[in-house]
């Protein structure tokens, strides 16, 4: 059951049926969870079509007794995401454009993180890694895998963990709890897509990837062996354009 939350109240993110949950002084997260459910909540803006989360706006009574790290400018100010979820719920490795703080409100959390040079070695789908039990994985499958460097830490109640952007991340919940995500524009405005969420690309890497696309189908009209050996040579200037970044 995945739902999301705005300051009026819970709704389904799919279906076309809707639920409303109210929240009273005796609210606890345990109990919206069923005996074989797995549930996970955001909040919204207060008009979800063009309102990012904004903790201060949503849940002012919440918002004062959060003190965020001052780590970025008001005018960056992106978003502050309310999330709510159930024991042992795991969100996929991905990684997030923007900076972001993860604020434990209750609960437990194990948090493993690669940095973005391990970006070849997570087998990518869009943002997402195909890895989805990092802790097992299927070596035949991902034999790149062994290559990545891990971090892990057990985040509790009044913890904060600063992700920067592009650093991939996986968190499983060891608990039921609460917690709080503060996004924040450390690029310029320029660089961002719109977008209420705040996991679009930027704008040119958009760009970059839409051309590498018309290249790659442009090659599609030389006979195979041809479009394979120049599909090598395009892959060749990107390697040493990124190794000499991670340098």
């Known amino acids: 059951m995945v739902m999301e939350l705005s300051g009026a109240g819970w709704r389904s993110e799919r279906g076309q049926s809707s639920c409303r949950i109210q929240c009273t002084d005796g609210f606890s997260s345990q109990e919206l969870c069923l005996q074989d459910e797995k549930y996970y909540l955001r909040s919204l803006g207060d008009d ?30 992106f978003s502050s995401v309310l999330r709510l979820s159930s024991s042992g719920l795991q969100l996929w490795t991905h990684y997030d454009v923007m900076d972001n703080v993860l604020v434990v409100v209750s609960g437990r959390k194990r948090v493993v993180l690669f940095p973005p040079s391990d970006a070849l070695y997570l087998y990518l789908t869009g943002d997402k890694s195909e890895i989805l039990d990092i802790d097992n994985p299927d070596m035949e499958t991902f034999p790149e895998f062994t290559k990545v460097t891990r971090y892990e830490c057990i985040l509790g109640p ?9 650093w991939f991340h996986n968190v499983v919940n060891l608990e039921a709890g609460v917690a709080i995500n503060v996004f924040w524009r450390h690029l310029g405005a320029d660089f961002y897509e719109k977008d209420l969420y705040g996991n679009k ?35 060749r200037k990107i390697q040493k354009r990124t190794y000499a970044c991670d340098s």
């Open 48 to 77: 979800p079509r063009k309102d990012t989360a904004d903790l201060r706006k949503d849940f002012p009574e919440l918002s004062a007794d959060v003190n965020v790290p001052s780590f970025f400018e008001d005018h960056q100010f």
């Open 158 to 166: 009044g913890d904060v963990l600063f992700i920067p952007a592009l």
């Open 201 to 235: 690309d930027p704008a040119l890497a958009n760009r970059a990837s839409q051309m590498l696309d018309r290249a790659l189908k442009l090659l599609d009209g030389l006979p195979k062996e041809y479009s394979n050996f120049y599909a090598k040579m395009m892959v």
